[in-house]
């Protein structure tokens, strides 16, 4: 659609000149300057280059290595000093060509699967320039990215099935999603008065249940939001690492009986460590027993609700209070954007909406507009995160990214299949949506030590060599090796590589120490 160009601002009459005063003191200044280019030219041909030179190193990913270690001197080039005269562009575009492009964590790779890190896209790169471009503050106004933002929150209240009543916000990532979601709960279910005096106007402890499973982001949120860390009650998780749904019951029983207040549940929807998926039908049914608010931490695992064959896996997701997740996980997207959304949007406004003159609106002009997103969080400074998501969606259509869900799902279970194939590998959980974990098999180690010190040689090995990028965690006592697979340029060849090294390094290392 074609819009008409705003008029030019025409002058009706000639500025005035100023007062003999005010020219007095402008004739003392300096001569006013901008951090424009002086060579727009060149700038715009630099603006190429980068353009240029970054497609290329998405385009040619597959052909470097997962991970590059920093070398001594270049680590030892950001301790130099701050400059205090210009370097200029070109140079500065240098510096980062020779001393940060090529050392990344490396989640652009195709065997990058560590700590459930996103992928990216091209497009999503040329969005982040696009945003940076317009450099606009979304905390509210009459602006068109406070309206992208409105119209991306719709669109995932959609993809997840939450009602289109619900209020939302884009944040960093899954753990401010989660302070802000715990922020609503805490004086939705406390009253205005604990939002006003502080957690001692509560008739007893507050209390906060979830699983030992959960992420760390939640016992911060519960110290940030004032309620202590000893007010995170972490019920035992099943075999099948999820929560316990009888235990949380009977926790609350007990605890309401004793005098304590509880406040919220927790359920997981893909766990960190094993991507297991809490029975959210039934801790809902739990927390509408009991009275307490539910929220679903999905940083990842929601997103499989844009997949209809996975969706029934997430049965009772939207009938949570209030759901965190992160577009720049499952969604591909690049860092950062994360999403809160939150069933009341009454409960949301009052969490986070303290009166300020300087920040009034209007009903006309700039002050003017529909969405405030400063009034919904801790932030008032904030970013185009949504320019990116919604550029995205356009680009390929959430079906393409349910699709590509679905493929990494697949994967996990190729990869599986692929650990129990080989003598010398083992699962060490339970594959129950996108996370494998596994270990090798230490025949000849004495001691569990020993078999753990076995697979974080062999987890080392893989990131030095450059071959991939697993993550370890802890089960049941063990180390163990990770694979986290929310990469949309994985193929099942990559998942060839990472079980043929460690399986070769398992044999290796195990020959070195004596075994046969």
Same mark, same amino acid.
């Given at each position: 659609?074609?819009?008409?160009?705003?008029?030019?601002?025409?002058?009706?009459?000639?500025?005035?000149?100023?007062?003999?005063?005010?020219?007095? #003191?402008?004739?003392?200044?300096?001569?006013?300057?901008?951090?424009?280019?002086?060579?727009?030219?060149?700038?715009?041909?630099?603006?190429?280059?980068?353009?240029?030179?970054?497609?290329?190193?998405?385009?040619?990913?597959?052909?470097?290595? &997962?991970?590059?270690?920093?070398?001594?001197? #270049?680590?030892?080039?950001? %301790?130099?000093?701050?400059?205090? +005269?210009?370097?200029?562009?070109?140079?500065?575009?240098?510096?980062?060509?020779?001393? $940060?492009?090529?050392?990344?964590?490396?989640?652009?790779?195709?065997?990058?699967?560590?700590?459930?890190?996103?992928?990216?896209?091209?497009?999503?790169?040329?969005?982040?320039?696009?945003? @940076?471009?317009?450099?606009?503050?979304?905390?509210? /106004?009459?602006?068109?990215?406070? =309206?992208?933002?409105?119209?991306?929150?719709?669109?995932?209240?959609?993809?997840?099935?939450?009602?289109?009543?619900?209020?939302?916000?884009?944040?960093?990532?899954?753990?401010?999603?989660?302070?802000?979601?715990?922020?609503?709960?805490?004086?939705?279910?406390?009253?205005?008065? #604990?939002?006003?005096? /502080?957690?001692?106007?509560?008739?007893?402890?507050?209390?906060?249940?979830?699983?030992?499973?959960?992420?760390?982001?939640?016992?911060?949120?519960?110290?940030?939001?004032?309620?202590?860390?000893?007010?995170?009650?972490?019920?035992?998780?099943?075999? &099948?690492?999820?929560?316990?749904? @009888?235990?949380?019951?009977?926790?609350?029983?007990?605890?309401?009986?004793?005098?304590?207040?509880?406040?919220?549940?927790?359920?997981?929807?893909?766990?960190?460590?094993?991507?297991?998926?809490?029975?959210?039908?039934?801790?809902?049914?739990?927390?509408? +027993?009991?009275? #307490?608010?539910?929220?679903?931490?999905?940083?990842?695992?929601?997103?499989? &609700?844009?997949?209809?064959?996975?969706?029934?896996?997430?049965?009772?997701?939207?009938?949570?209070?209030?759901?965190?997740?992160?577009?720049?996980?499952?969604?591909?997207?690049?860092? +950062?954007?994360?999403?809160?959304?939150?069933?009341?949007?009454?409960?949301?406004? !009052?969490?986070?909406?303290?009166?300020?003159?300087?920040?009034?609106?209007?009903?006309?002009?700039?002050?003017?507009?529909?969405?405030?997103?400063?009034?919904? /969080?801790?932030?008032?400074?904030?970013?185009?995160?949504?320019?990116? $998501?919604?550029?995205?969606?356009?680009?390929?259509?959430?079906?393409?990214?349910?699709?590509?869900?679905?493929?990494?799902?697949?994967?996990?279970?190729?990869?599986? @299949?692929?650990?129990?194939?080989?003598?010398?590998?083992?699962?060490?959980?339970?594959?129950?949506?996108?996370?494998?974990?596994?270990?090798?098999?230490?025949?000849?180690?004495?001691?569990?030590?020993?078999?753990?010190?076995?697979?974080?040689?062999?987890?080392?090995?893989?990131?030095? %060599?450059?071959?991939?990028?697993?993550?370890?965690?802890?089960?049941?006592?063990? =180390?163990?090796?990770?694979?986290?697979?929310?990469?949309?340029?994985? !193929?099942? +060849?990559?998942?060839?590589?990472?079980?043929?090294?460690?399986?070769?390094?398992?044999?290796?290392?195990?020959?070195?120490?004596?075994?046969?």
């Amino acid at each position: 659609m074609d819009h008409a160009r705003p008029p030019l601002v025409r002058l009706s009459a000639p500025v005035a000149e100023p007062a003999s005063g005010a020219a007095a #003191v402008a004739a003392e200044l300096p001569a006013e300057t901008s951090l424009d280019p002086a060579d727009w030219a060149a700038m715009r041909a630099l603006g190429h280059r980068m353009v240029d030179d970054m497609m290329g190193y998405l385009q040619t990913v597959r052909d470097r290595p &997962a991970w590059t270690p920093i070398p001594k001197d #270049v680590k030892a080039s950001f %301790r130099a000093p701050v400059p205090r +005269e210009p370097e200029g562009a070109e140079r500065a575009y240098e510096a980062f060509r020779t001393a $940060v492009l090529p050392y990344p964590t490396g989640n652009i790779h195709p065997r990058f699967w560590g700590w459930v890190m996103g992928t990216g896209t091209p497009l999503g790169v040329l969005a982040e320039m696009l945003a @940076a471009a317009m450099n606009p503050n979304v905390w509210g /106004g009459e602006q068109s990215a406070t =309206y992208v933002e409105a119209q991306v929150l719709d669109w995932c209240k959609t993809m997840l099935g939450v009602p289109a009543s619900a209020s939302g916000l884009l944040v960093s990532g899954g753990s401010a999603a989660n302070l802000v979601c715990l922020a609503v709960a805490r004086d939705a279910m406390a009253g205005d008065d #604990v939002a006003r005096r /502080g957690i001692a106007a509560l008739p007893g402890r507050p209390v906060v249940y979830c699983s030992t499973e959960t992420h760390n982001s939640v016992e911060k949120a519960v110290a940030l939001l004032g309620l202590g860390t000893g007010a995170l009650r972490k019920l035992p998780a099943t075999a &099948a690492y999820t929560l316990d749904v @009888a235990a949380l019951a009977a926790a609350i029983s007990a605890d309401r009986a004793r005098g304590d207040v509880p406040l919220c549940v927790v359920a997981n929807a893909g766990t960190v460590n094993t991507g297991a998926v809490d029975d959210l039908e039934r801790v809902a049914d739990v927390a509408a +027993e009991h009275g #307490v608010w539910m929220h679903v931490d999905g940083a990842f695992g929601a997103l499989a &609700a844009l997949s209809p064959a996975l969706r029934p896996l997430l049965r009772g997701l939207e009938r949570a209070d209030s759901v965190a997740f992160d577009l720049h996980k499952w969604l591909y997207m690049p860092y +950062e954007v994360g999403c809160a959304l939150i069933r009341r949007a009454d409960a949301h406004r !009052r969490a986070f909406a303290p009166p300020a003159g300087y920040l009034a609106h209007d009903t006309r002009g700039a002050a003017s507009g529909e969405h405030w997103f400063g009034e919904l /969080g801790i932030e008032l400074s904030r970013g185009f995160r949504a320019l990116k $998501v919604w550029m995205s969606l356009k680009e390929h259509g959430a079906d393409r990214y349910a699709r590509q869900i679905e493929q990494n799902v697949a994967q996990a279970r190729y990869l599986a @299949a692929l650990v129990e194939a080989s003598p010398e590998l083992e699962l060490a959980a339970p594959v129950s949506l996108n996370v494998v974990c596994f270990r090798a098999r230490a025949p000849h180690a004495t001691g569990s030590e020993a078999q753990d010190a076995l697979n974080r040689e062999i987890l080392l090995r893989i990131h030095e %060599r450059g071959v991939a990028v697993p993550s370890a965690t802890t089960l049941a006592g063990r =180390y163990t090796i990770r694979v986290a697979i929310t990469n949309h340029r994985s !193929r099942r +060849e990559d998942f060839d590589t990472l079980v043929a090294a460690a399986r070769d390094l398992a044999r290796e290392l195990t020959r070195a120490t004596g075994g046969t």
